[in-house]
């Protein structure tokens, strides 16, 4: 729980930081606004999570368009396993393969940090396996999670909109069927990373 707390601090304070920058940008001449195609860009994510009996792999590509130089906003799609041991005493396991949509945000206080807010709406396909000569039993269900924490982004400028990235996330809702909490219902800290591409850079 303090280690989430960290992290919701941390975001505050990039907002804070992002709306003072903004606040000195209004006092610059204004630019022509309005739809811009080289302001579109893709990308994907690996991500993991390594817990207490917990571990998670995934990857989610992703398509979006920076609204200014202090935000971009994305759609995505997510695809992520899941293995959990129950027990240190039995082989009791939980499997999970997981997908679906999610959509996020970007706010950069300056241009290699970044807060990021996330929501994603999962469908889950779990294997339970009882470790104890009985039947392993399978269900569906679904879950939503929201995803916030910091990152940092490399190579961003002004001239370049592509850059590598890696982040720190936490799953502060209150899913009990969420694929980034454990058995108690504890978020498990999410690393991202990935590559950002600038889709009309230059053209």
């Known amino acids: 729980m303090k280690i989430k707390n960290i992290g919701l601090l941390m975001v505050a304070v990039m907002l804070g ?30 991500n993991v999570q390594f817990g207490n009996r917990f571990t998670s792999l995934g990857i989610g590509p992703y398509f979006g368009y920076s609204v200014n130089k202090y935000l971009d906003v994305a759609a995505a799609v997510n695809f992520n396993y899941t293995s959990e041991r129950i027990s240190d005493f039995t082989k009791e396991k939980v499997r999970q393969t997981i997908y679906g949509p999610s959509a996020f945000v970007r706010i950069f206080p300056v241009k290699f940090l970044f807060a990021h807010a996330q929501y994603e709406f999962n ?17 569906s269900t679904d879950a939503h999670s929201f995803l916030i924490g910091p990152g ?16 720190v996330l936490w799953d502060v809702g209150s899913n009990i069927n969420s694929p980034y909490k454990d058995v108690q219902n504890r978020a498990v800290p999410v690393i991202r990373a990935g590559y950002n591409i600038a889709l009309f850079q230059g053209r």
Request: hydrophobic share 25%; no cysteine; aromatic share 18%.
């Open 123 to 139: 469908f889950l396909k779990v294997k339970y396996i009882p470790g104890s000569g009985f039947p392993n039993e399978k269900y």
């Open 17 to 46: 930081t992002a709306a003072f920058a903004q606040d000195e940008d209004e006092k610059k001449p204004e630019k022509e606004h309005g739809f811009k195609k080289e302001n579109l860009f893709t990308g994907g994510t690996v």
């Open 152 to 167: 940092y982004a490399g190579g961003r400028g002004e001239d370049n909109k592509s850059f590598y990235y890696i982040s």
